[in-house]
């Protein structure tokens, strides 16, 4: 039988397991990134494993969230970024060079080859045919000292895309569509890869779009053939000797398979505040506009703004609208001012920042107060804008731009649609990337001093009890956790500082009593820790005495965080113990070691209402030494 596309790559670098879904497998990496809000701790944990220089293909360290310099901190942990890299074998790319994931298409991509990324849209790549997986900052830490990775062997889901796409209905449209039907927690423990002839009507970006939100299905990636368009778009950048065509078997086998017809979908909005909230365009026309943001890792593309450009060219975006751009890189907009674009923007009416996340991240540009933002982005979860009573939609660069104009959400189709060709040839200057000095030649790393060491944990003690801090509801997201507005992102290399935030959107009293109790369990339903890869929302917890979570089940990337700082995700054997928890219950589990060696079942006993509880903790024989060892960093210490 033949293989696909996934599975030709994971057996191309599997160092151990075998391809069984579920199974415990590791995987050599060939490429690594960071990104700034968690690549301070990444490059903290990297030196605290003690690894002379990275021992991967290529590594690249990007400054784009934390871009706003608002104090000392965000310039002093780009310093410590910076001349870490230096010395340690890594590329960097200097703030204002653009998001990591379109300057690592553009730039630095590769088919076939293998990227672990300390960030959730790691996956943008698959794009560009990579497996391309995101991750905690510690499990990319040791990909770069030339650790294999390890995962649970995901099932490959099959998407065929067949049939063709009406004029302005957009790859934002394909994605949004899946998460309709899939929802937030369809593609836990799952690969999406693309096939059929719709394949050919993208371009690389436009598949960029489509494997980078794959994250919000809480897929492991998803990926994209490396085909004749793939080769076009490697040759454009200068780089058409990175290319190899790989593609699904013909008569590749998968676990799942859904199909999509093109010609079907129409112009779609994702509806506050999850992304898998998704309605037609058409059926929101009455709603009024106060903001559009275009850009981020998933529309910030030279095509996306091109498009933008030509629907405003000779417009004027309204009095009571506030139209900002956010351009992907450096050369996205090193095009758009060659070539007159940049000049129809600014012309309507359009804030133009800085190549960055910006306000996707919540760094600057938050809405009014009850403003509708209008958003080209991936994630809306509430308050993630910045401001909590704000109502945040997602969509199209085409939607965005025509409602900007109308200020009111438009289905475009009534408009005659833009034509944007890619270009032969994109225009290349790589001088905001500095490559690493020779070895031994690096000049020293500098700390600032709101760097703050990051908190380890202890082997596991023979029993662990404490109280229920906090019972949450099902798809908790990382931003619940440890939110990320523009005040507190400055702090992402200070955890004793984040911690007096710890799930206050959830519980403002939470760090507090957190403290009081000297730490506890978290209860949670499904889905928990959807969302960003920030281990900060382990770290936190861990700093602030919590010793497990329960909860009905766990997203992918947190709960690897979890276990690598040493917490406990147990999950419930019956899910009627979930209502049952209360605040306050005293929770002691015995025996942990032994309970957790013998199988996967835990008995907990909740003393406070005097009953015995059935959990689960469903690991490898690797994973469970992790956490009797007291987390990734003693375990990998202790085994190199
Ligand atoms: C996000 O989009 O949520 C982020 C900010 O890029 C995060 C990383 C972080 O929290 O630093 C992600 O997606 O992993
Ligand atoms: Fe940056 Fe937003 Fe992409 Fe995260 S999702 S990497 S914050 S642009």
Redesign the pocket.
């Given at each position: 039988m033949g293989k696909n596309l996934a599975k030709k790559i994971i057996e191309k670098h599997l160092v151990d397991g075998s391809l069984e879904p579920g199974q415990e497998i590791s995987i050599k990496i060939d490429q690594t990134l960071t990104?700034d809000?968690?690549g301070t701790m990444a490059y903290l944990q990297f030196e605290a494993l003690g690894f002379p220089r990275v021992k991967t293909k290529r590594s690249v360290a990007y400054v784009d969230?934390n871009i706003l310099q608002t104090g000392f901190e965000n310039a002093d942990d780009h310093r410590y970024i910076q001349t870490v890299a230096s010395k340690y074998g890594i590329y960097f790319s200097r703030p204002g060079n653009g998001i990591c994931h379109q300057v690592h298409l553009e730039r630095f991509s590769i088919p076939g080859q293998t990227l672990l990324g300390?960030?959730?849209?790691t996956p943008t790549n698959g794009g560009m045919g990579m497996l391309a997986i995101?991750a905690g900052g510690l499990d990319v830490a040791v990909a770069m000292g030339g650790g294999a990775y390890y995962l649970p062997m995901p099932q490959v889901v099959n998407v065929q895309l067949v049939g063709k796409l009406s004029p302005w209905v957009t790859a934002k449209d394909i994605i949004l569509e899946l998460l309709r039907k899939l929802s937030v927690k369809g593609g836990v423990g799952k690969i999406f890869e693309y096939t059929g002839e719709g394949v050919a009507q993208l371009s690389v970006p436009e598949r960029a779009t489509i494997t980078n939100m794959g994250?919000e299905l809480g897929a492991t990636t998803s990926i994209f053939p490396s085909d004749k368009t793939t080769y076009e778009f490697l040759k454009a950048q200068g780089r058409e000797n990175d290319w190899q065509e790989l593609m699904a078997d013909e008569d590749a086998l998968y676990d799942e398979y859904v199909t999509i017809d093109l010609s079907t979908l129409e112009p779609l909005v994702a509806c506050p505040h999850s992304p898998d909230n998704v309605k037609r365009a058409k059926d929101l026309e009455h709603l009024k506009v106060n903001q559009v943001c275009i850009g981020s890792c998933t529309n910030s593309s030279y095509a996306d703004l091109m498009k933008v450009a030509a629907i405003l060219k000779g417009k004027n975006i309204p009095p009571d609208v506030s139209l900002v751009i956010a351009p992907g890189s450096k050369q996205v907009l090193t095009m758009l001012s060659k070539n007159g674009a940049l000049t129809d923007l600014i012309n309507a009416g359009a804030r133009i920042l800085e190549c960055g996340?910006g306000p996707?991240?919540g760094m600057g540009q938050a809405p009014a107060t009850d403003a509708v933002s209008l958003r080209t982005f991936?994630?809306n979860y509430q308050g993630r804008s910045g401001t909590k009573s704000a109502q945040v939609y997602l969509c199209s660069p085409e939607v965005a731009a025509v409602s900007a104009l109308t200020g009111t959400i438009t289905d475009p189709r009534k408009y005659e649609a833009v034509q944007v060709n890619m270009p032969g040839e994109f225009f290349t200057n790589d001088n905001m990337i500095v490559p690493p000095a020779e070895p031994g030649k690096a000049g020293d790393v500098i700390l600032g001093p709101n760097i703050k060491p990051f908190p380890q944990n202890k082997p596991l003690p023979a029993s662990v009890s404490g109280e229920v801090l906090l019972t949450m509801e099902d798809n908790i997201t990382?931003?619940h956790i440890m939110p990320?507005p523009a005040t507190l992102l400055p702090l992402?290399s200070n955890i004793p500082a984040l911690s007096y935030h710890c799930l206050t959107p959830i519980d403002p009293d939470l760090p507090k009593r957190a403290r009081e109790k000297q730490g506890g369990f978290l209860v949670a339903g499904e889905n928990y820790g959807q969302?960003?890869?920030?281990e900060?929302a382990a770290l936190v917890p861990l700093y602030l005495g919590v010793k497990g979570v329960i909860a009905l089940s766990f997203a992918r990337i947190h709960m690897a965080n979890l276990i690598n700082s040493g917490i406990l995700p147990l999950t419930f054997s019956n899910p009627d113990d979930y209502q049952k928890l209360k605040l306050g219950d005293q929770i002691v589990i015995s025996n942990l070691p032994d309970q957790i060696m013998k199988g996967s079942a835990i008995t907990a006993l909740n003393k406070t209402q005097g009953y015995e509880m059935s959990l689960k903790l469903e690991l490898s024989p690797r994973l469970k030494k992790i956490l009797l060892s007291g987390g990734l960093l003693a375990y990998t210490k202790a085994n190199l």
């Open positions: 990104q809000t968690t969230h300390s960030d959730s849209h995101g994250a996340c996707c991240i991936n994630r990382t931003d990320s992402r969302g960003s890869s920030r900060h």
